[in-house]
């Protein structure tokens, strides 16, 4: 199994390039997908309510299941004050751990139906924070995507308010830097149109292609 790893600040186009990696035939674990589906549990939901009040949830229609209202809860994690920063940690304390979880059982699934028989599995970990939350050692090559940030923040400009963005923005910047290893690191610059994104996903899969699994 070889698995690669994507960084990149928000707007990066983080899930373009695992479309296109996708496309190639690898399979691509999104940590964002799967933290939506973690908050459709019950268990979380009870957990959200209790550290953030019945606001977080959304009226369900007649015999439904309240949901978790997810631009509710941004609102409450991402800003600037100290309050929102130590609410965003309570949430995250709540959701990855299972995303964790989930991600580790994606991993272990794709390895089993290689040994079973099948060809070497190519598996994409589209996760935020990759080396924040501990994956860069599991990846046998690092995509780091880079981007200016003009073009990033025009990219999503219509997608989240502009404290949200900057709330984001400082989450990230109160991380350092990953320790990466050159040999397993390639940078993709995602500035362009996608037909320059595709041209080098293309160049890189070949030449990943021919890595020997881990």
């Not at 799967?34 to 229609?61: C, K, N, S, T, Y």
């Not at 978790?68 to 304390?93: I, K, Q, T, Y």
């Not at 299972?98 to 991600?103: D, P």
């Amino acid at each position: 199994m070889i698995v690669i790893g994507i960084i990149g600040r928000i707007g990066a186009g983080k899930s373009t390039v695992a479309a296109l990696l996708a496309d190639h035939g690898a399979r691509v674990i999104d940590a964002d997908r799967i933290a939506h589906e973690v908050l459709l549990d019950g268990e979380v939901r009870d957990a959200l309510v209790e550290r953030f009040g019945v606001r977080v949830l959304v009226e369900p229609a007649a015999g439904g299941t309240p949901a978790v209202n997810r631009r509710v809860l941004a609102g409450l994690v991402f800003g600037p004050s100290d309050s929102h920063r130590a609410a965003l940690a309570d949430l995250e304390g709540i959701v990855h751990p299972r995303v964790h979880r989930r991600i580790e059982q994606a991993l272990a699934e794709s390895s089993a139906a290689e040994q079973g028989g099948g060809s070497v599995t190519r598996v994409v970990l589209d996760v935020p924070l990759l080396a924040r939350a501990g994956w860069v050692d599991r990846c046998d090559l690092v995509l780091v995507l880079e981007c200016p940030d003009a073009i990033r923040r025009g990219r999503i400009a219509g997608r989240f308010p502009a404290e949200q963005i900057a709330a984001r923005e400082a989450a990230w910047n109160r991380h350092p830097p990953p320790v990466l290893r050159p040999e397993k690191t390639r940078i993709v610059d995602t500035s362009g149109d996608p037909a320059y994104t595709r041209s080098q996903i293309e160049r890189i899969w070949y030449e990943f292609s021919r890595l020997p699994p881990s």
